[in-house]
């Protein structure tokens, strides 16, 4: 596999972006990226159903995470761009294709935002009960919608900082966990296999859900491709993101959840209530060792405001200069384009005051609506890699810099397990909405898309 060291000039679509990242910035945000708050949140739903199967439904979507990721760092080093997926699924399939899949992870990441901030807003008033929840995430929406109003610098900064503070926690968490495994922890009995017995709790159906839960925990992980449009070398960038993303993966979520069922009941009530983290912390009774989890926890949803704010602002501003998009939102000034981060925060922001005015229709409907944006976006990635990649060998073969495992086995492989996890959803009562509500979204979007497309070619 060849290395590349030669920077490459920005596209003509990002020419107007600053690139004030460097490659530290990438390095650790794609260390810590795959450390996002769906690990540290979302998990404990998926061991309840699960149990201690919950780290065969890890390393399942782990793999297919991991042929995703190498599919799209095979097109995001052949062709850097702030709009990534979904520029390349423009130039494979064709600008609807671009069109459905950019604001369908627009809207995604913008709601996340929103509730990425909720959830920082109900530790803070956890330690400070009495305040406002709804002030605590205009704060941190203010805070973040400012840096990245300011410079790419900043987003780079906080990531930075932000990703090393997780990566340092998460590997302490599995030296304690290792060592209290092992029996040399102080003061701490080994388990020994007592936790693991009852492999599969809830049958197959309880292996299901935990996988579903998996998939979407791994969601975050688009973003150094998009930040790598924006530094002095992006396919450096990129291909150092995704040839160490499989060790990552392992260590992290698949290493984590091994440790917390060995250590911890698996139906214990603490590791819903309290997170799986902080549940197997208090386990090994490590004196605050719970409370500083939560920290972690708070820095982890705000990693992932800052990093969505980012994601979500360079995706919108991509299809507006590919013409997809109010003209307005395409604004650049300072290297940044600014009226996109203001509008996605603003989107954001709407969506937290939806959780508080409309709880029971249209917040739910919006959440049932994104729930399965990302296996859309899988799929964007995997027929556009398909398509991409003859053309690459066929015409520019040198900007196969990194290269798909086993292509097109492999792809094929993954488009199935895409399928399978569809199946499985709609065999799912609460996942079988979300389903069917995102590909409604889709189908719109695609619609939209490809009515611009007709207007477009005529004029």
Same mark, same amino acid.
């Given at each position: 596999?060849?290395?590349?060291?030669?920077?490459?000039?920005?596209?003509?679509?990002?020419?107007?972006?600053?690139?004030?990242?460097?490659?530290?910035?990438?390095?650790?945000?794609?260390?810590?990226?795959?450390?996002?708050?769906?690990?540290?949140?979302?998990?404990?739903?998926?061991?309840?159903?699960?149990?201690?199967?919950?780290?065969?439904?890890?390393?399942?979507?782990?793999? $297919?995470?991991?042929?995703?990721?190498?599919?799209?760092?095979?097109?995001?080093?052949?062709?850097?761009?702030?709009?990534?997926?979904?520029?390349?699924?423009?130039?494979?399939?064709?600008?609807?294709?671009?069109?459905?899949?950019?604001?369908?992870?627009?809207?995604?990441?913008?709601?996340?935002?929103?509730?990425?901030?909720?959830?920082?807003?109900?530790?803070?008033?956890?330690?400070?009960?009495?305040?406002?929840?709804?002030?605590?995430?205009?704060?941190?929406?203010?805070?973040?919608?400012?840096?990245?109003?300011?410079?790419?610098?900043?987003?780079?900064?906080?990531?930075?900082?932000?990703?090393?503070?997780?990566?340092?926690?998460?590997?302490?968490?599995?030296?304690?966990?290792?060592?209290?495994?092992?029996?040399?922890?102080?003061?701490?009995?080994?388990?020994?296999?007592?936790?693991?017995?009852?492999?599969?709790?809830?049958?197959?159906?309880?292996?299901?859900?935990?996988?579903?839960?998996?998939?979407?925990?791994?969601?975050?992980?688009?973003?150094?491709?998009?930040?790598?449009?924006?530094?002095?070398?992006?396919?450096?960038?990129?291909?150092?993101?995704?040839?160490?993303?499989?060790?990552?993966?392992?260590?992290?979520?698949?290493?984590?959840?091994?440790?917390?069922?060995?250590?911890?009941?698996?139906?214990?009530?603490?590791?819903?209530?309290?997170?799986?983290?902080?549940?197997?912390?208090?386990?090994?009774?490590?004196?605050?060792?719970?409370?500083?989890?939560?920290?972690?926890?708070?820095?982890?949803?705000?990693?992932?405001?800052?990093?969505?704010?980012?994601?979500?602002?360079?995706?919108?501003?991509?299809?507006?200069?590919?013409?997809?998009?109010?003209?307005?939102?395409?604004?650049?000034?300072?290297?940044?384009?600014?009226?996109?981060?203001?509008?996605?925060?603003?989107?954001?922001?709407?969506?937290?005051?939806?959780?508080?005015?409309?709880?029971?229709?249209?917040?739910?409907?919006?959440?049932?609506?994104?729930?399965?944006?990302?296996?859309?976006?899988?799929?964007?990635?995997?027929?556009?890699?398909?398509?991409?990649?003859?053309? $690459?060998?066929?015409?520019?073969?040198?900007?196969?810099?990194?290269?798909?495992?086993?292509?097109?086995?492999?792809?094929?492989?993954? $488009?199935?397990?895409?399928?399978?996890?569809?199946? $499985?959803?709609?065999?799912?009562?609460?996942?079988?909405?979300?389903?069917?509500?995102?590909?409604?979204?889709?189908?719109?979007?695609?619609?939209?898309?490809?009515?611009?497309?007709?207007?477009?070619?005529?004029?």
């Amino acid at each position: 596999m060849p290395r590349t060291t030669t920077q490459t000039p920005p596209t003509a679509e990002d020419a107007s972006l600053s690139h004030g990242l460097k490659q530290r910035h990438l390095s650790m945000i794609a260390l810590g990226g795959v450390i996002g708050a769906g690990l540290f949140v979302g998990s404990g739903a998926g061991i309840a159903a699960a149990g201690p199967s919950i780290v065969i439904a890890y390393a399942l979507s782990g793999v $297919l995470v991991m042929l995703v990721m190498r599919m799209l760092g095979e097109m995001s080093a052949a062709y850097p761009s702030s709009g990534s997926f979904s520029a390349h699924a423009e130039r494979a399939i064709g600008p609807w294709a671009g069109f459905a899949a950019g604001w369908s992870f627009w809207v995604l990441l913008c709601t996340a935002v929103g509730l990425e901030g909720i959830g920082a807003a109900k530790i803070v008033t956890g330690w400070l009960p009495g305040t406002p929840e709804w002030a605590w995430v205009a704060l941190f929406m203010l805070l973040f919608c400012g840096a990245n109003l300011a410079a790419v610098k900043n987003f780079g900064e906080f990531e930075f900082w932000f990703a090393a503070l997780k990566v340092g926690a998460i590997t302490l968490f599995l030296v304690l966990g290792v060592l209290a495994i092992a029996g040399v922890l102080p003061d701490t009995d080994a388990p020994g296999t007592s936790h693991l017995s009852d492999f599969l709790p809830n049958g197959g159906e309880g292996l299901v859900i935990g996988l579903l839960a998996s998939v979407f925990a791994y969601g975050g992980l688009e973003t150094v491709t998009i930040a790598a449009a924006e530094s002095q070398d992006p396919v450096r960038g990129v291909a150092s993101a995704v040839r160490t993303a499989m060790w990552r993966i392992a260590l992290f979520y698949v290493g984590s959840m091994a440790v917390i069922v060995t250590l911890v009941p698996w139906d214990a009530k603490a590791v819903v209530e309290k997170g799986p983290y902080v549940a197997t912390l208090d386990e090994l009774g490590i004196p605050g060792a719970g409370q500083l989890m939560n920290v972690v926890v708070l820095v982890a949803l705000l990693s992932a405001m800052n990093a969505n704010i980012y994601g979500s602002s360079r995706i919108a501003y991509s299809l507006v200069e590919r013409g997809q998009g109010p003209r307005m939102l395409g604004r650049v000034s300072g290297g940044v384009p600014r009226v996109a981060v203001l509008a996605s925060c603003v989107f954001g922001f709407v969506c937290v005051l939806l959780s508080h005015w409309r709880p029971d229709d249209v917040f739910p409907w919006l959440l049932n609506m994104i729930g399965a944006v990302i296996l859309v976006v899988w799929i964007f990635i995997a027929v556009s890699q398909l398509r991409l990649r003859s053309r $690459l060998e066929r015409e520019t073969p040198e900007k196969l810099a990194v290269r798909m495992w086993a292509f097109p086995v492999l792809t094929w492989v993954a $488009l199935a397990g895409m399928a399978t996890i569809f199946v $499985l959803m709609a065999r799912e009562p609460d996942t079988r909405v979300q389903l069917y509500s995102t590909g409604g979204m889709t189908a719109f979007l695609a619609a939209v898309g490809y009515a611009w497309q007709k207007t477009r070619a005529k004029s």
